[in-house]
């Protein structure tokens, strides 16, 4: 029962400001080491297995050498996972892309209409129609489809998804 209960404190403590309606998940591609801190030179707190998914914590750093590292919750333990044996998801589609925490805030606006999303695809479920000249909040997260196309997740007045990022310009704060 106490580990549950650390489990559960730990994953609340890692969900993102504004929480998101999607939760996206850390996939294990081989044996992956979980470190104390993002790089080699972190301490080796456990060992991930190949095919086994941990609940992403919204942080990611880049080391010295170029490799993004993503923190993550592995048995109510925060740890840093190295992108060279994992891939970012929402449990559906794969990778997604985490973007780190922006110098200021950036939201974007459409070029012209576009339809929130669920899923980051052509032809996805549509939540709901944005008209051109309308701006959405970045999230910080994006995708890039087997198909060539761009897709970034935003939030528009409370709800959240996924818009095709050909239609849109950035602006930052």
């Given at each position: 029962?106490?580990?549950?209960?650390?489990?559960?404190?730990?994953?609340?403590?890692?969900?993102?400001?504004?929480?998101?309606?999607?939760?996206?998940?850390?996939?294990?591609?081989?044996?992956?080491?979980?470190?104390?801190?993002?790089?080699?030179?972190?301490?080796?707190?456990?060992v991930?297995?190949?095919?086994?998914?941990?609940?992403?914590?919204?942080q990611a750093?880049?080391?010295?050498?170029?490799?993004?590292?993503?923190?993550?919750?592995?048995?109510?333990?925060?740890?840093?996972?190295s992108?060279?044996?994992?891939?970012?998801?929402?449990?559906?589609?794969?990778?997604?892309?985490?973007?780190?925490?922006?110098?200021?805030?950036?939201?974007?606006?459409?070029?012209?209409?576009?339809?929130?999303?669920?899923?980051?695809?052509?032809?996805g479920?549509?939540?709901?129609?944005?008209?051109?000249?309308?701006?959405?909040?970045?999230?910080?997260?994006?995708?890039?489809?087997?198909d060539?196309?761009?897709?970034?997740?935003?939030?528009?007045?409370?709800?959240?998804?996924?818009?095709?990022?050909?239609?849109?310009?950035?602006?930052?704060?």
């Open positions: 029962m106490k580990k549950w209960i650390c489990w559960a404190l730990a994953l609340l403590m890692c969900w993102p400001a504004g929480a998101l309606a999607q939760t996206f998940y850390v996939t294990f591609e081989g044996d992956c080491n979980l470190r104390d801190q993002a790089g080699l030179d972190g301490a080796v707190m456990a991930c297995a190949a095919g086994d998914t941990a609940p992403f914590a919204s750093e880049v080391d010295d050498r170029g490799v993004r590292w993503y923190l993550v919750s592995v048995d109510g333990e925060l740890g840093w996972v992108s060279r044996y994992a891939t970012l998801t929402d449990g559906t589609v794969a990778p997604v892309y985490f973007q780190a925490d922006w110098e200021r805030p950036v939201t974007y606006t459409l070029k012209a209409d576009n339809a929130l999303q669920s899923q980051p695809q052509a032809g479920e549509a939540l709901l129609s944005l008209e051109a000249s309308q701006e959405v909040d970045n999230l910080g997260y994006f995708y890039f489809s087997a060539g196309q761009s897709w970034y997740y935003v939030r528009y007045q409370d709800q959240q998804g996924w818009i095709n990022a050909q239609d849109t310009i950035g602006n930052m704060a």
